[in-house]
């Protein structure tokens, strides 16, 4: 069995306005990144983000960015016996009632037990930067705000 995942969600804005909330370390910092993001997402760049749940500063290599389309990324898994890297394809379609589809799929993760935990972590993660994401961009609302800490 690959481990692979995919969720997405909708944003009641345009996908400019969504794509470049993901895209600003100033916006994406304001309801996401809680530590910080350092670096605009342009292709071929590594950018850099922190966590105040998880401590440290994680580089994020930015392998393409099509822009209002798509941000591939890469980052390391997590995994303290092999480190390795793992895949995040995040994709936005604008959908014919001015709503953006945001589509978020992580791929790469070893078939091992800690493939397995970091896995479902991540997938839990990104539903919760979907949700941060909505809440933000539509009311101005950080969800992340001392949720962790």
């Known amino acids: ?3 692979k995942f995919s969720v997405g969600g909708r944003i009641a804005r345009p996908v400019p306005e969504v794509f470049e909330a993901v895209v600003n370390p100033e ?3 304001r309801y996401f990144t809680t530590g910080g993001a350092e670096g605009r997402m342009k ?3 590594t950018v850099y983000w922190s966590f105040h749940d998880f401590p440290g500063r994680f580089p994020v290599d930015i392998i393409e960015v099509v822009d209002n389309e798509r941000i591939v990324f890469e980052w390391d898994s997590d995994d303290p016996d ?3 890297k793992v895949r995040t394809t995040m994709e ?3 959908l014919e009632d001015g709503r953006t589809l945001v589509t978020i799929r992580e791929e790469g993760w070893r078939q091992t037990p800690a493939g397995l935990k970091a896995s ?3 997938c839990s993660g ?3 930067m979907l949700c941060a994401l909505k809440a933000w961009t539509e009311h101005g609302i950080n969800l992340r705000e001392g949720m962790f800490q």
């Open 120 to 122: 479902y972590g991540n």
């Open 43 to 45: 292709t071929g760049v």
């Open 82 to 84: 092999t480190p390795y």
């Open 27 to 29: 916006t994406l910092s």
């Open 126 to 128: 990104w539903m919760q």
């Open 1 to 3: 069995m690959e481990l």
């Open 92 to 94: 936005f379609e604008a």
